[in-house]
């Protein structure tokens, strides 16, 4: 490291332990749900480290030092490697760690002011993901069903939920039996996104499906896609909060299915574009997806162009 970041990374470090109460980082953080509160951390993480060349992290960063040539120095280094999104979702966490530094009176208002006074980087307009065809869906579960196993019936009782439920994967990991009625398909989805509790309603195919994995799992409590070892054994605990372990499970099944890259959230793109697609209002949609405003919801629209060339045949000049 060369003395000019030996130096900066020096300046930047707390010195001695801070109370949480006092800590501008675990104050943000406190205050945010348990997913948010991991992306968050890990975009703190990468700002401190990227300040210091690696030697300081989260809580070990004294936020009250930084200053508008360290804060524009890290969205410049964020958008040359990031995505917008991405850069932009670091810029929040950063901008909401400073703001707790003014109010712990960590800061005074004229460098706070100046610090946070970073325009979010524009995108390019590109629509991220895509949704799945009906066929791609249809292979994903025959593959599933060529298994024949314990395996290949929990991937399709997933796909099932991910598809007609359109969760996320982080509320999918908390799935427990108890949660979901067969009967009428309910589902309900404890603290999803924001805290927010919702119901969501399976399909009788879809029900069909993770009626086949219940007779291999059980009706015992517990979680309800759980993980699956070597000779089919099972272990009704919950996947990771991270929902790291069902992004492994889809793409795994993707690969032996044949099927192009996609990811889980794509299912919520799929679920959303169909439901468009077949009439539903959009306040509808927001409310089954879990989304906080109806502009939320149609960023996740597939549809594309051939909507609006649907939507102006009709016109008429007299």
């Known amino acids: 490291m060369s003395y000019l ?33 991991r992306t968050m951390l890990y975009s703190l993480n990468a700002i401190a480290e990227l300040l210091t060349d690696g030697e300081c992290d989260a809580f070990s960063l004294d936020w009250s030092k930084l200053r508008y040539h360290h804060t524009a120095a ?5 958008k040359e490697r990031l995505a917008p999104t991405t850069t932009n979702k670091m810029l929040v966490a950063l901008r909401r760690v400073l703001t ?35 066929s791609e ?22 796909i099932a939920i991910l598809r007609c439920g359109g969760i996320r994967r982080q509320e999918m990991v908390r799935l427990k039996c108890q949660d979901l009625c067969l009967e009428t398909g309910e589902l309900t989805i404890l603290k999803g996104k924001g805290n927010k509790h919702r ?28 993980p699956v070892h070597r000779g089919g054994k099972i ?30 959230h794509d299912f919520r793109r799929t679920f959303c574009t169909d439901l468009l697609e077949s009439g539903e209002d ?15 919801t149609a ?6 162009e051939s909507r609006k060339r649907r939507a102006v045949r009709h016109l008429k000049f007299k």
């Open 5 to 37: 970041l030996y130096s900066q990374a020096e300046q930047l470090k707390l010195h001695e332990p801070v109370p949480v109460t006092l800590h501008p980082a675990a104050v943000y953080l406190s205050s945010l749900s348990e997913g948010s509160r």
């Open 74 to 78: 890290v969205r410049t280094a964020f």
């Open 100 to 134: 707790e530094a003014y109010r712990l009176d960590l800061m005074d208002a004229n460098d706070y002011h100046k610090a946070i006074d970073l325009p979010n980087v524009k995108g390019t307009g590109k629509l991220r993901g895509r949704a799945l065809s009906v």
């Open 137 to 158: 869906i249809e292979n994903l579960i025959a593959s599933c069903y060529q298994q024949g196993d314990a395996l290949g019936y929990r991937d399709a009782a997933a």
């Open 199 to 226: 119901l969501v309603y399976l399909t009788p195919d879809a029900i069909a499906l993770v009626e086949d994995w219940l007779e291999v799992r059980g009706i015992t409590p517990g979680a309800l896609i759980c």
């Open 235 to 264: 272990t009704l605990r919950h996947f990771a909060s991270n929902g790291d372990g069902i992004y492994k499970l889809i793409l795994a099944r993707a690969k032996k299915a044949g099927i192009k890259h996609f990811s889980p």
């Open 282 to 296: 959009v306040l509808t949609v927001q409310e089954l997806a879990g989304h906080c405003s109806p502009a939320t």
């Open 299 to 304: 960023k996740y629209d597939k549809r594309g």
